[in-house]
T-cell receptor
Framework: DADVTQTPRNRITKTGKRIMLECSQT?????MYWYRQDPGLGLRLIYYSFDVKDINKGEISDGYSVSRQAQAKFSLSLESAIPNQTALYFCATSDQKGRRSTDTQYFGPGTRLTVL | AQKITQTQPGMFVQEKEAVTLDCTYD???????LFWYKQPSSGEMIFLIYQGSYDQQNATEGRYSLNFQKARKSANLVISASQLGDSAMYFCAMREGGEDSSYKLIFGSGTRLLVRP
C-alpha cells in the first residue's frame, strides 16, 4: 500500500463549488504539506503543518484553507473554486525526527482538479 | 531572482548512455539541502537523491549521482546507463535553512528527459 494517499485522484467541478481534497499517510511523519503544480512549472507551496496544532500559510494560500484532523490526515479545501485553481495538487510528508534527518519530503500521487 | 534554475527544458539521451541534468541555485544561507525528484507521465513525484550543503562527498543512489559543486552553486544530476523508464520530467529543489527549522522546498521549472531506444 502507498505511504501517502490522496483522494480523489481526479475531480471536475464548477466555479463557485466548495471542494475538499484529502491526504492520508502511514509514514508516521509529523510534517505535512500541500502544493499545486501548474502545467510546465514546478510545485508551489500552499499550506504546511508541523503537527496537529500547527498550521502555516505557504506562498499561495489565498483561496484555500486546510485542516489537520490528525497526525496522519491533512485536508485542503477550496471554499469557492475558480478556473485558475485548475491544477495538479500534491500532498507531501516529511520527518524531522533525529539529528541526521534530511527532512526529505515524500509526495502523494496527486489530485488532478479541473474547475469549469 | 530565481532561486533554482534548470536551463535545459528538454533533453534526449540514447539508452544505456549517461546523461547530466543541470541545476544551479542561489542562496546566502550556509545551511541548505538540495533534492532531485522525478515526475513520470503518470504524474507522481518520486524522490531520487539528496545533498546537504555540509556533506563532504557527492551523494549517490544506485544509478543516480549528484555532482555537487558548492563554489559554483551547482547540483547536477547524473543518470548512468539510461533506461527507457527514465523518460520523465526531473525537478531540482532546494530547502534553505538548518534542518531544525526549514520547511519549504523551492522547485526549478524542470527538465524533460527522453530516452531513445
Amino acid at each position: 500500500d502507498a505511504d501517502v494517499t490522496q483522494t480523489p485522484r481526479n475531480r471536475i467541478t464548477k466555479t463557485g463549488k466548495r471542494i475538499m481534497l484529502e491526504c492520508s499517510q502511514t509514514k508516521g511523519h509529523d510534517r505535512m504539506y500541500w502544493y499545486r503544480q501548474d502545467p510546465g512549472l514546478g510545485l508551489r507551496l500552499i499550506y504546511y503543518s508541523f503537527d496537529v496544532k500547527d498550521i502555516n500559510k505557504g506562498e499561495i494560500s489565498d483561496g484555500y484553507s486546510v485542516s489537520r484532523q490528525a497526525q496522519a490526515k491533512f485536508s485542503l479545501s477550496l471554499e469557492s473554486a475558480i478556473p485558475n485553481q485548475t491544477a495538479l495538487y500534491f500532498c507531501a510528508t516529511s520527518d524531522q525526527k533525529g539529528r541526521r534527518s534530511t527532512d526529505t519530503q515524500y509526495f502523494g500521487p496527486g489530485t488532478r482538479l479541473t474547475v469549469l | 531572482a530565481q532561486k533554482i534554475t534548470q536551463t535545459q527544458p528538454g533533453m534526449f539521451v540514447q539508452e544505456k548512455e549517461a546523461v547530466t541534468l543541470d541545476c544551479t541555485y542561489d542562496t546566502s544561507d550556509p545551511s541548505y539541502g538540495l533534492f532531485w525528484y522525478k515526475q513520470p507521465s503518470s504524474g507522481e513525484m518520486i524522490f531520487l537523491i539528496y545533498q546537504g550543503s555540509y556533506d563532504q562527498q557527492n551523494a549517490t543512489e544506485g544509478r543516480y549521482s549528484l555532482n555537487f559543486q558548492k563554489a559554483r552553486k551547482s547540483a547536477n544530476l547524473v543518470i548512468s546507463a539510461s533506461q527507457l523508464g527514465d523518460s520523465a520530467m526531473y525537478f531540482c529543489a532546494m530547502r534553505e535553512g538548518g534542518e531544525d527549522s526549514s520547511y519549504k522546498l523551492i522547485f526549478g521549472s524542470g527538465t524533460r528527459l527522453l530516452v531513445r531506444p
